[in-house]
């Protein structure tokens, strides 16, 4: 059997770099920094300044109870823009489908380092892991550019009255919740890359198995 380990030293990398993109896709999801949404009435909002995220809006205030005040926002709130209500689905689906990746790469990688005989589907191993990393970096982009672009837009937000914000803010500045969650998504589909163009193992396969036919035909 050919020996593979040194081969896959990119795509371990790659799997170290999937690992990393996906941990900060989870916290990307679960930041308040998507928007940031500037007031001129600081009578409630004392900062001036609310953090609109897709699972919650919060601010700094001195007049509410507690430091900071938030008010949660579900898909099913008929005022949620669309933009996040998708981000709501696409970023859950982009921390599953990211689990699913590294694990799969996890094996492509054990099986080019440490396995000898069980090679007969690294092939589709390869394939599937730097499909889902290319997945999962669309899911989490989608909903980031998305509302990215509503931001330069100044898209507006009918909050209800408890929310205590305006439905239409003085300016509004992208959070560096999209500016990570960009970062970690081009960082899935650079590993995704990486899998998908590691041709090593199933050429070097083909040539072990050459020799065999040929001993068959004798």
């Not at 371990?12 to 989870?26: E, Q, R």
């Not at 009435?41 to 700094?60: E, K, L, M, N, Q």
């Not at 590294?102 to 380092?113: D, E, K, T």
């Amino acid at each position: 059997m050919i020996y593979l380990a040194h081969t896959g030293h990119r795509q371990f990398l790659g799997m170290v770099a999937g690992f990393l993109a996906w941990i900060v896709t989870m916290a990307t999801t679960g930041l308040n920094e998507w928007r940031l949404w500037h007031v001129d009435d600081a009578s409630v909002v004392t900062s001036g300044v609310a953090w609109v995220g897709i699972w919650r809006a919060c601010f700094y205030s001195h007049v509410l109870p507690g430091a900071e005040h938030c008010r949660g926002l579900s898909i099913l709130d008929a005022f949620v823009p669309v933009e996040i209500s998708v981000a709501q689905v696409l970023m859950v689906l982009a921390v599953i489908c990211g689990l699913a990746a590294n694990v799969s790469a996890a094996v492509a990688v054990r099986m080019v380092y440490f396995s000898l005989e069980e090679r007969k589907n690294i092939r589709l191993v390869f394939i599937l892991a730097g499909s889902l990393y290319l997945l999962t970096g669309t899911f989490s982009m989608v909903p980031l550019v998305w509302n990215m672009n509503s931001v330069l837009a100044n898209s507006t937000i009918d909050f209800p009255p408890e929310f205590h914000l305006p439905a239409a803010p003085v300016r509004q500045q992208v959070g560096s919740a999209i500016g990570v969650g960009l970062f970690a998504s081009l960082l899935m589909f650079i590993s995704g890359l990486l899998f998908l163009s590691y041709q090593y193992a199933w050429h070097s396969l083909r040539s072990e198995k050459m020799p065999q036919k040929k001993i068959s035909h004798i």
